[in-house]
């Protein structure tokens, strides 16, 4: 099983900020591999899929880079609708699996 | 648009049955590999099963592998989750997802709850 380890855990930053995600495969996904948000209450919104492609209607604000083992996810200026959490997610490989999950909390 | 719309959930005992359906709408069904991936309260996403557009190709998670049953009828353009002998580990939303074109559609989702 690929497991994905996201980093860090929680990052606080204010409006305005750039945020920038980690997420770790403990083999390659060449570059099958997705971001998405998560707010509560609320089914998952696909954000980047492959890697580094957004998704239909996502803004420009938001994007994704790497391969193999290694991925970024950024947010390059904070709105305040973005504090949520932010999963990523291979479908490389059986079994499917997701990372642990970044809060993107308000500081 | 691509549209899944997830029913059948509802509160359970442990060891009691329930169906899931996923009606589907917005692309050619038949040709679409899916599965149901859940969340339990407060955790993260967890992949339960996969099923192949014909339906002859099916893949189960192993905290679910023998008490649930996957399956889609192409012509009602729908997706199932049969889940018998429930635990209150399977309390959870499960959501159906689809991946037309490359990118990955969820739907709402729906609530099951395992409780006596």
């Known amino acids: 099983e690929i497991v994905l380890t996201q980093s860090p855990a929680t990052l606080s930053l204010s409006p305005g900020e750039r945020a920038t995600l980690s997420c770790r495969a403990s083999?390659?996904?060449?570059?099958?591999l997705a971001w998405y948000q998560q707010k509560p209450g609320q089914a998952p919104r696909l954000l980047i899929y492959d890697a580094s492609n957004r998704a239909t209607g996502i803004p420009a604000r938001f994007s994704g880079s790497g391969s193999g083992t290694d991925f970024t996810f950024t947010i390059s200026s904070l709105e305040p609708e973005d504090f949520a959490v932010y999963y990523c997610?291979?479908?490389?490989?059986?079994?499917?699996?997701f990372g642990g999950g970044t809060q993107v909390e308000i500081k | 648009e691509v549209q899944l719309l997830e029913s059948g959930g509802g509160l359970v005992q442990p060891g009691g049955s329930l169906r899931l359906s996923c009606a589907a709408s917005g692309f050619t069904f038949s040709d679409y590999a899916m599965n149901w991936v859940r969340q339990a309260p407060g955790k993260g996403m967890e992949w339960v099963s996969h099923?192949?557009?014909?339906?002859?190709?099916?893949y189960y998670a192993d905290s679910v592998k023998g008490r649930v049953t996957i399956s889609r009828d192409n012509s009602r353009n729908t997706l199932y989750l049969q889940m018998n002998s429930l635990r209150a580990e399977d309390t959870a939303m499960y959501y159906c997802d689809v991946k037309p074109g490359g990118v990955i559609v969820w739907g709402q989702g729906t609530l099951v709850t395992v409780s006596s």
């Open positions: 083999q390659s996904v060449s570059s099958n």
């Open positions: 997610h291979q479908r490389h490989n059986w079994p499917l699996t």
């Open positions: 099923i192949s557009g014909s339906g002859g190709t099916r």
